[in-house]
């Protein structure tokens, strides 16, 4: 049983430079959920999805950031034009959903974006 | 909006040494709350949960109560071992059907050093 994989691990770019993430969540998980990670922060929501649905986008999301999952299964997040405050760890988590009070998300290893 | 409040840090003990860390709470209604805990190079994975007023969260040792008079979620472990040094992050989740069930609200993280 594979966890949530995350490609690239690092990235660094230069400023005005567009990147794209891929996640690959736990396979039988409907959810998916991408988080940013600052130095010294805890993650913060960005956005989730429920299978290709994307239900939700936090207002840190600004109009540079796109993600999509187009199928249900692997996700990616774009930014465009980035700039030096893009710099962090891209979380991304999957789980599923359920009746249940809460569900648990596991987290992949994170993908680490330094814009210089 | 929900909100998690972590004693600053970083902490350090040496082993066999007594562990708290404090996490206070801001949430609507009854919120799931969590321990994560990342260690060095490793993502971040659910240390321990609980759901509901009263419970008990336990897993390796670190146990946490869910006090919803206090709202706090504090850590503890009797005797910690150079092994569980590792950032900890209180986290909590709103209900299902209510508008923040399943994005996770993270503290800001505590660094935990044990010294042999």
């Known amino acids: 049983d594979t966890g949530v994989s995350q490609d690239p691990r690092h990235k660094i770019t230069k400023r005005g430079q567009n990147v794209t993430f891929r996640c690959d969540p736990i396979?039988?998980?409907?959810?998916l959920y991408w988080y940013r990670q600052t130095l010294g922060q805890g993650p913060e929501f960005l956005t989730y999805?429920?299978?290709?649905?994307?239900?939700?986008k936090s207002r840190l999301l600004s109009d540079r950031f796109s993600a999509e999952r187009p199928k249900g299964s692997f996700s990616t997040l774009e930014i465009q034009r980035t700039e030096q405050g893009d710099s962090a760890m891209y979380l991304c988590?999957?789980?599923?959903?359920?009746?249940?009070?809460?569900?648990?998300?596991?987290f992949g290893p994170g993908t680490r974006l330094t814009v210089l | 909006g929900n909100s998690v409040t972590q004693m600053e840090g970083p902490v350090t003990l040496s082993e066999e040494a007594f562990l708290t860390i404090n996490c206070t709470y801001t949430?609507?209604?009854?919120?799931?709350l969590f321990w994560y805990v990342q260690y060095p190079g490793e993502g971040l994975q659910l240390l321990l949960k609980?759901?509901?007023?009263?419970d008990k969260g336990s897993n390796k040792g670190f146990e946490a109560t869910y006090r919803k008079e206090t709202t706090s979620f504090h850590l503890e472990k009797g005797s910690v071992q150079v092994s569980d040094s590792a950032v900890y992050f209180c986290?909590?989740?709103?209900?299902?059907?209510?508008?923040?069930?399943?994005?996770?609200?993270f503290g800001q993280g505590t660094i935990l050093t044990v010294h042999p």
């Open positions: 609980a759901t509901k007023a009263d």
């Open positions: 999805f429920q299978n290709e649905a994307q239900l939700e």
């Open positions: 396979s039988e998980h409907n959810r």
């Open positions: 986290a909590l989740t709103g209900v299902a059907g209510g508008t923040s069930y399943g994005k996770l609200t």
């Open positions: 988590a999957s789980s599923i959903s359920g009746s249940s009070s809460y569900n648990e998300q596991f």
């Open positions: 949430a609507t209604g009854y919120p799931s």
